[in-house]
């Protein structure tokens, strides 16, 4: 059974502050998504890394893959307000025909202070 | 583009009465579908997913039932709710034959069983 873990599950860090949130899985993993969720509403897309080493990067956020350790990370670089919100973690396996079944983390609630 | 479509937005229902909740996608064909839970500040949890018409798989043995009536509409149902089905419900979508293709989430469904 593939589990997810995220630490830490809170997270208050003060505008400008560099600081990176932890996923890690428990079986192998061919994909690793990262998603955005706001107070009250769904679940925004972020990242997807499907490779051991993969690198992706959209503004303060970058997201890195390490197949072989089974660790996602999530680097913020100097954190801006905005940021806050809850961040997700979820890896993935091939299942039959092309259903994509994600197990998710139970999630890394951010808090940028200023 | 595409769109995801799911309601109602909140729902209150008494324990014991039925439960219909609707999702369609928009502007993509042969979807696979996909329905998910969140208790209050918890992960996601995979409850059913459909490559196709009529075809559902279930996650996790439980009081709800999933349809698949037409290619892009999904219905999550229960006969008899109970108080641990209240939660937040996400319907989501990926391209079907797209093995990398992240869930596309549409806004949920806040449920409250009293």
């Known amino acids: 059974e593939l589990k997810v873990e995220q630490n830490p599950l809170f997270l208050s860090m003060q505008e400008g502050k560099n600081y990176t949130i932890y996923c890690n899985y428990s079986?192998?993993?061919?994909?690793l998504y990262w998603y955005r969720q706001d107070p009250g509403k769904s679940l925004e897309s972020l990242f997807v890394?499907?490779?051991?080493?993969a690198v992706k990067q959209e503004g303060r956020l970058m997201a890195s893959l390490d197949t072989k350790a089974r660790l996602s990370t999530l680097h913020i670089t100097a954190a801006v307000h905005d940021l806050s919100a809850t961040y997700f973690c979820?890896?993935?396996?091939?299942?039959?025909?092309?259903?994509?079944?994600?197990?998710f983390g139970t999630g890394t609630r951010l808090q940028v202070t200023l | 583009s595409q769109t995801i479509h799911q309601w109602p937005a909140t729902l209150v229902q008494p324990v014991g009465s039925p439960l219909s909740l609707e999702c369609t996608v928009e502007g993509t064909s042969n979807p696979n579908l996909y329905w998910y839970r969140q208790a209050a500040g918890r992960g996601l949890q995979l409850l059913f997913y459909?490559?196709?018409?009529?075809?559902i798989s279930s996650e996790v043995p439980q009081n709800l039932s999933a349809s698949r009536p037409q290619d892009r509409q999904f219905i999550l149902s229960s006969k008899k709710l109970l108080l641990s089905d209240s939660g937040f419900y996400l319907c989501?979508?990926?391209?079907?034959?797209?093995?990398?293709?992240?869930?596309?989430f549409g806004n949920g469904t806040r449920l409250t069983v009293t």
């Open positions: 979820a890896a993935g396996r091939r299942d039959t025909g092309t259903a994509s079944k994600l197990t």
């Open positions: 989501a979508w990926t391209r079907g034959f797209s093995y990398n293709s992240p869930l596309h």
């Open positions: 079986t192998t993993s061919d994909r």
């Open positions: 890394l499907l490779s051991n080493g």
């Open positions: 459909s490559i196709g018409i009529g075809q």
